[in-house]
């Protein structure tokens, strides 16, 4: 069901909810299954910098049946989240931007409230800072270790196109990103995590510093790595340097959990070779990744549809099933233009390619979410499963609000117009006893985490206790409600919980302070896939299919796309009256072709479209109670 987010023009609704309910007629036999990803940055986008922006950009991204968020968490040599390793070593844990704060932990609620899968995308890479190309280079990581520095043959920082990076081959460098990595996995809940196009990845110039030439120099019996970076087999050591180590991430991550897709978005094979010594057709065929999203970024569909074919070219045709399509949806002053977007997306499913990864957020918020209305009335109207799941591996998140009939309240409970997570909140002093009991429909047996969001207030209690009662016995968690640390979810822990009704968590007036205030608001359970990995959780709208009746079939149309002419073919069981209908992209009536009586078996129906531009168009079928629509791409 298509859930409309509050920033629509009334205009875009009535538009958008005509399209949505033709899209509706297609018969369906069963879910998509496509990669439908979207990356969130820090830079050109405040998505991330407050946890209101990132549980709404959830709720947007939700209502366009996306399926995977990848956000940054190493960028310019921070970390977007809180890491001991980077506290260790530069005496800080998060990037300044960030401080008191943990976007990522974030990210991961919110995500998981609506049922979207996180891959924290380490962005930067084996770079350590973006210097522009004006000194002093290498940022606070090379000041700090000079020796992890990537060298050109003159000895100087290696730098390219304004990034400054370290030597990808030095296994110093090597066990930092991993740790990193598998801080990430240890210490977050997460779906998988993505590399780009600087991971691996060395700039072809490199590979002259001290360590990398005596790592060549032990297996080529003393001698020197060639002066002309681009010899083949200097090239080919260090790509294969680089290779081994994605094969130790890999075994790094499914170490800790098999579960864990390993992604990919490097930059086109094999200019990313050649340059940057991405050997992503090694990546792909060997089986080091999961799933496979080259950067496809470019500017006219024609040149977007030779890196499409020219990607598929270079992997084994059974990998196709793990390659998806990196789309430019926007950067800088670009966004793309929605004839655009529909013309990849179509090219896309042409070639077979079932998904895309976006760059970025922002570019569906602009001229009033044209491209995200543009998404969810044709390509991303239905919801789509994660290829290579044999399960939902994000049921959404079980969210009861205060005021909620799940919630079971006892003594005085005031209403304030606190803004809290929807809405207000609810309090209550201490003159007389009062209690809350949330109550929530557990769908399997499995362990839970427990989140309650927190308003923080001096006039709150500083010492509130939470029950909960989970499959073991009741546990009592002390919260300071006066400064939790930030306004949001607050975690009270992973429990077991057994499938079925029941109170989950109270809480209570008891032994609070006098002219004190217990405060509650919403209370959120998500499924604990780090203590689940296996638990099936299935929905009523995952169980429901719609047949497709026997005696009326619609065929896709041919040619798609198509220019200015295509034939569709449909079959009728029995006299009936046909009818076609052409509408576009936006649910408006463009044609009505009434067919008249047509006999039983295969008829066709020749549709020109001269008169029209170019785009997407729908052809509904109607033959008496039976209809279906069919997509078209039209293309001059």
């Known amino acids: 069901m298509l859930k409309f987010h509050k920033y629509h023009s009334q205009s875009w609704f009535f538009k958008l909810l005509s399209c949505v309910l033709l899209i509706a007629s297609i018969n369906i036999t069963a879910q998509n299954q496509e990669f439908r990803g979207v990356k969130l940055t820090d830079v050109d986008s405040q998505v991330l910098f407050s946890e209101k922006s990132i549980s709404e950009a959830m709720d947007l991204l939700e209502s366009l049946n996306i399926n995977a968020v990848i956000p940054v968490v190493w960028n310019a040599g921070y970390t977007q989240y809180q890491s001991k390793i980077v506290d260790s070593l530069f005496g800080f844990s998060i990037d300044p931007a960030f401080s008191g704060r943990d976007p990522l932990e974030t990210v991961i609620i919110e995500a998981h409230r609506v049922g979207i899968e996180v891959y924290p995308w380490f962005e930067y890479g084996f770079s350590s800072f973006y210097s522009g190309g004006t000194p002093p280079y290498g940022g606070h990581i090379l000041q700090k270790y000079p020796n992890w520095a990537a060298k050109s043959l003159n000895g100087d920082i290696c730098v390219k196109n304004g990034f400054d990076w370290m030597s990808g081959v030095n296994p110093d460098v090597q066990n930092f990103i991993i740790g990193l990595t598998t801080e990430v996995i240890r210490n977050y809940d997460i779906d998988g995590i993505e590399y780009s196009d600087r991971m691996p990845a060395l700039p072809v110039e490199c590979g002259y510093d001290s360590v990398t030439v005596e790592l060549y120099k032990q297996d080529h019996g003393g001698q020197s790595p060639p002066v002309n970076f681009y010899d083949a087999d200097w090239k080919r050591w260090r790509a294969d340097k680089l290779n081994d180590f994605y094969s130790r991430v890999r075994d790094s991550v499914k170490s800790l959990d098999e579960n864990l897709f390993v992604a990919s978005s490097p930059s086109v094979y094999p200019w990313a070779y050649d340059q940057y010594l991405q050997d992503s057709k090694t990546w792909v065929?060997?089986?080091?990744?999961?799933?496979?999203?080259?950067?496809?970024?470019?500017?006219?569909?024609?040149?977007?549809?030779?890196?499409?074919?020219?990607?598929?070219?270079?992997?084994?045709?059974?990998?196709?099933?793990?390659?998806?399509?990196?789309?430019?949806?926007?950067?800088?002053?670009?966004?793309?233009?929605?004839?655009?977007?529909?013309?990849?997306?179509?090219?896309?499913?042409?070639?077979?390619?079932?998904?895309?990864?976006?760059?970025?957020?922002?570019?569906?918020?602009?001229?009033?979410?044209?491209?995200?209305?543009?998404?969810?009335?044709?390509?991303?109207?239905?919801?789509?499963?994660?290829?290579?799941?044999?399960?939902?591996?994000?049921?959404?998140?079980?969210?009861?609000?205060?005021?909620?009939?799940?919630?079971?309240?006892?003594?005085?409970?005031?209403?304030?117009?606190?803004?809290?997570?929807?809405?207000?909140?609810?309090?209550?002093?201490?003159?007389?006893?009062?209690?809350?009991?949330?109550?929530?429909?557990?769908?399997?047996?499995?362990?839970?985490?427990?989140?309650?969001?927190?308003?923080?207030?001096?006039?709150?209690?500083?010492?509130?206790?939470?029950t909960i009662k989970s499959k073991p016995g009741d546990t009592v968690v002390s919260v300071n409600q006066q400064s939790p640390?930030?306004?949001?979810?607050?975690?009270?822990?992973?429990?077991?919980?057994?499938?079925?009704?029941?109170?989950?968590?109270?809480?209570?007036?008891?032994?609070?302070?006098?002219?004190?205030?217990?405060?509650?608001?919403?209370?959120?359970?998500?499924?604990?896939?780090?203590?689940?990995?296996?638990?099936?959780?299935?929905?009523?709208?995952?169980?429901?299919?719609?047949?497709?009746?026997?005696?009326?079939?619609?065929?896709?149309?041919?040619?798609?796309?198509?220019?200015?002419?295509?034939?569709?073919?449909?079959?009728?069981?029995?006299?009936?009256?046909?009818?076609?209908?052409?509408?576009?992209?936006?649910?408006?009536?463009?044609?009505?072709?009434?067919?008249?009586?047509?006999?039983?078996?295969?008829?066709?129906?020749?549709?020109?479209?001269?008169?029209?531009?170019?785009?997407?168009?729908?052809?509904?079928?109607?033959?008496?109670?039976?209809?279906?629509?069919?997509?078209?791409?039209?293309?001059?």
């Open 285 to 466: 065929n060997s089986g080091i990744v999961d799933q496979f999203l080259p950067q496809l970024y470019r500017y006219s569909i024609a040149d977007y549809i030779y890196e499409l074919n020219s990607s598929l070219s270079h992997i084994n045709p059974q990998k196709k099933d793990i390659t998806f399509a990196g789309v430019l949806m926007n950067v800088g002053s670009y966004t793309i233009d929605p004839q655009f977007l529909l013309q990849s997306l179509q090219a896309n499913r042409n070639a077979g390619v079932k998904g895309e990864g976006f760059f970025f957020y922002e570019g569906l918020r602009h001229n009033n979410f044209r491209l995200a209305d543009t998404l969810r009335s044709t390509y991303y109207s239905e919801p789509a499963t994660m290829p290579g799941r044999e399960y939902n591996r994000r049921p959404k998140g079980l969210l009861v609000s205060e005021d909620s009939t799940n919630v079971v309240k006892s003594g005085a409970w005031e209403s304030l117009p606190v803004p809290g997570f929807r809405g207000g909140i609810i309090r209550t002093g201490s003159s007389t006893p009062a209690s809350l009991e949330y109550s929530y429909d557990i769908p399997a047996d499995g362990f839970y985490n427990l989140y309650t969001y927190l308003i923080p207030s001096f006039s709150f209690a500083p010492d509130v206790k939470y």
């Open 485 to 636: 640390g930030k306004q949001g979810w607050y975690h009270l822990g992973s429990y077991e919980m057994v499938k079925g009704r029941r109170v989950v968590f109270t809480l209570n007036n008891d032994e609070i302070p006098n002219g004190k205030y217990v405060m509650s608001d919403a209370g959120l359970l998500l499924l604990d896939r780090k203590r689940s990995p296996n638990v099936v959780v299935s929905s009523k709208e995952e169980e429901v299919t719609t047949s497709v009746p026997t005696n009326f079939e619609v065929y896709n149309n041919f040619p798609n796309p198509f220019n200015p002419e295509t034939i569709v073919t449909f079959k009728l069981s029995e006299l009936n009256r046909v009818n076609i209908i052409i509408y576009n992209q936006l649910g408006e009536l463009i044609e009505r072709h009434d067919l008249g009586e047509m006999t039983a078996g295969e008829h066709q129906f020749k549709w020109n479209a001269a008169r029209l531009s170019s785009g997407p168009y729908f052809i509904k079928v109607e033959s008496g109670a039976n209809s279906a629509v069919i997509k078209s791409l039209l293309v001059k």
